[in-house]
């Protein structure tokens, strides 16, 4: 269901000026709007309707500077990188401190990178080694034109191998049968069940899924914030890890990985792409250098300029350049209640700052003030893979 290839490109980092504290807010309601940095791709992208609403204490887990559709960073940092991605949000997976958002707890669809949420519900109650046989019924409603693993009906694969398809080809048909072995007597439907079960004890409250795959669903949304969730508990696992760094593997037949950025950014640990018409490009990814670990989320970006990996890097980047107590919040656990993750986020409050509204974007390779040249990163001949889009019919 991704399907797009990002050009041959010259990341510049960003000049940027500081953003001007205005001291802690009291509640996120009094804190000044400020605008996400944007930059307009070429071509508008298609309407889209309307998600729905967050409700004002979902809006607030993990911090009420949270609680906004706009920008928030701490004070005195750089300015966040400028993206065609509609929510994105950045956090330490080792801390739980998050660095910084744009709407990070604003409805939007996931496409593909709903993925991680099937494993994260199903991959504790499956046996790697079970082996499974496919039916005619996990083939059905599948468009031959979207990411398939290549499983075929009446073939029998491991549960390991159908992780593997899941994360390395994106493999809708893969996803459609682990949902309908791990849903028990429910089949594929339980599944999907136990994702929203699972999005609930992570508290992902924005979080629905409708199918198992991320194809568009009636009322599937997500958000940067529950991404952010949904990727600390996958990459918490030491077999999850294992097959998203996984280049290549037989299953019988050969796959390869598409996420392009394990051998092209320092310290990738490995993310996930998604696509479709209505979702446009999503993308959650993992790095780590000098023992931070950062994971990176975006949803609704646009394939140019930069696309959604180029706009991942860009916010990773930025990310790991900021202090490592920098923070405007926090990625809240499975075990406390809301009132609980309220109560913590507020007392942590005065480690960040909402920026003030004078804090502006920074375009790519413009420079600010100081007279000062940062890392420029080159990612030369890799691509995102020849996946076709995933469209609903």
């Known amino acids: 269901m991704t399907g797009f290839r990002v050009a041959t490109a010259t990341f510049s980092a960003l000049l940027l000026t500081p953003a001007v504290a205005v001291g802690p807010p009291a509640r996120a309601a009094a804190a000044p709007h400020v605008p996400c940095p944007t930059v307009q791709p070429p071509a508008p992208p298609p309407t889209a309707p309307a998600p729905p609403p967050v409700d004002p204490a979902d809006g607030a887990v993990g911090g009420e500077a949270l609680a ?3 920008l928030v960073t701490p004070a005195g940092v750089p300015t966040a990188p400028a993206v065609t991605a509609t929510s994105w949000l950045v956090a330490d997976l080792n801390s739980g401190l998050v660095l910084g958002g744009c709407g990070p707890h604003e409805r939007r669809t996931p496409a593909s990178v709903q993925k991680l949420l099937l494993a994260a519900a199903l991959m504790p109650r499956l046996d790697p080694a079970q082996v499974v046989e496919v039916t005619r019924a996990d083939l ?10 290549g499983v075929v009906e009446g073939g029998r694969y491991s549960v390991e191998s159908l992780w593997l398809g899941l994360l390395l080809r994106s493999g809708n048909d893969a996803a459609n049968v682990l949902a309908r072995v791990g849903g028990g007597p429910a089949g594929r439907q339980g599944g999907v069940q136990a994702m929203n079960d699972e999005a609930r004890r992570l508290h992902a409250n924005q979080t629905h899924a409708a199918t198992p795959s991320g194809l568009d669903g009636p009322g599937q949304y997500t958000s940067a914030y529950d991404l952010a969730l949904i990727a600390r508990a996958t990459f918490a696992r030491e077999d999850f890890r294992r097959y998203i760094a996984t280049r290549a593997a037989q ?64 916010l990773l980047n930025w990310g790991f350049a ?72």
């Open 68 to 70: 906004t559709a706009g």
């Open 140 to 149: 059905r409603d599948l468009d031959p034109a979207s990411s398939l693993m």
């Open 251 to 314: 299953v019988p037949f050969e796959i390869r990985n598409e996420n392009t950025l394990l051998d092209s950014y320092p310290g990738m640990v490995g993310g996930k792409t998604g696509f479709t018409d209505l979702a446009r490009q999503t993308y959650v990814g993992v790095a780590e250098r000098d023992g931070r670990r950062l994971v990176v989320a975006l949803l609704g970006a646009e394939t140019a300029p930069l696309g959604s990996l180029g706009e991942a890097l860009a």
């Open 322 to 393: 900021l202090p490592a107590d920098a923070s405007v919040g926090r990625l809240v656990t499975p075990g406390e209640d809301k009132q609980t993750s309220l109560a913590v986020a507020a007392e942590g409050q005065g480690r960040g700052r909402v920026a003030e509204s004078r804090s502006f974007p920074v375009p790519v390779g413009l420079t600010l003030g100081a007279a000062l040249v940062l890392v420029v990163l080159v990612l030369a001949g890799w691509r995102a893979g020849a996946r076709r889009a995933a469209r609903r019919r």
